[in-house]
């Protein structure tokens, strides 16, 4: 999720843990740390864009980091209070809990989290987007509710609990969106009497009404929305070629195999301007209307010094504007 998000739950959960003994300071240590495991990010400043992106949510987004950098962190603040607030259990408990609730939540993302490294497994279950304010403003609200109000009471820990809650029941309901709108895409399908291999599913950009999914066929991809607003079951279907032979020998290339594994074997390839192309489908278009056509996570490869290389192909930022606009007016229904 968003930097913003993993503080305010970070804030919250520490303020439960250990609010009542050491106040506002289990706030501000909850949310410290519910942003450490997004520290990952600085890889890219040393490491090239595929072993940034392999990399990302992976150790730092584990049980295991929580399990071993708790007690570390947790012995440090305990060191830096000169007065023991609280003891170094009840703190290193707070650093897990503000840990580890970072990449659970981050799991339900599309993303997902490589909660039980060094497996090779990345939890994703794909039902809320990385920025979603129906989720994160009621948290944020009740979470500063509880600040205001005075330390060590059954009020402060109610509100504080309250946005727990609030955010959990959000996140349920996702989930049966996610199921609902899952049920309509194989509807049209089957009645639209197109053979396909499997479907995923996942929320566009800042809500949970509009779903989009992409659907695996024999020798392409294709993409759709549903809104929950829709008046028409029927969901319109753009095709994109799969083109996987355009690799040609290239597919044998260790490179290319680790981008294969990164795309969990989503992907198309293309050529545009005499140039090869990766596209990585699980985060989808940037645009969501029947002419957008670049993907979110692309790769050009070429070759420098008779080596192999990828490259992440920039974001055009200056399309957002009507990309937001396009995005509004569909959630509004078809």
């Not at 029941?169 to 396909?196: C, D, H």
Request: proline share 3%; net charge positive; charged share 20%.
């Amino acid at each position: 999720m968003d930097s913003l998000t993993q503080i305010v739950l970070g804030a919250a959960v520490g303020e439960a843990v250990l609010g009542k003994k050491v106040g506002n300071k289990a706030m501000m240590w909850g949310a410290i740390a519910g942003t450490i495991p997004d520290l990952d990010v600085l890889s890219k400043l040393f490491l090239d864009a595929v072993t940034s992106n392999e990399l990302h949510r992976g150790f730092s987004h584990s049980l295991l980091f929580s399990l071993l950098m708790a007690p570390l962190f947790g012995w440090g603040v305990c060191r830096l209070y000169r007065k023991k607030i609280a003891t170094w259990k009840e703190w290193s408990q707070l650093f897990f809990w503000a840990l580890f609730t970072h990449p659970l939540l981050d799991a339900h993302t599309t993303w997902g989290t490589q909660l039980f490294w060094p497996l090779d497994l990345r939890l994703s279950f794909k039902n809320i987007f990385v920025v979603d304010p129906l989720y994160t403003m009621p948290f944020l609200f009740f979470l500063l509710w509880a600040m205001c109000t005075t330390r060590g009471t059954a009020k402060r820990a109610q509100r504080n609990r309250l946005g727990l809650v609030v955010s959990s029941l959000y996140m349920v309901l996702t989930l049966v969106f996610k199921a609902w709108t899952f049920q309509i895409f194989q509807k049209s399908l089957e009645e639209q009497s197109i053979a396909y291999l499997e479907i995923q599913t996942k929320p566009t950009p800042m809500n949970s009404v509009l779903w989009s999914a992409t659907v695996a066929t024999e020798e392409a991809y294709l993409i759709g929305y549903t809104s929950l607003f829709d008046r028409s079951s029927k969901v319109n279907f753009v095709r994109f070629e799969k083109n996987h032979e355009l690799l040609g020998t290239l597919k044998s290339h260790s490179l290319v195999k680790r981008l294969v594994r990164l795309s969990q074997g989503w992907y198309t390839v293309e050529k545009r301007d005499g140039k090869l192309y990766f596209n990585d489908l699980r985060f989808g278009l940037m645009g969501i209307t029947e002419q957008a056509s670049r993907f979110v996570f692309s790769y050009e490869l070429y070759f420098e010094n008779d080596e192999l290389k990828a490259k992440e192909t920039p974001k055009v930022y200056g399309e957002i504007k009507p990309i937001l606009h396009s995005l509004t007016q569909r959630i509004r229904g078809n």
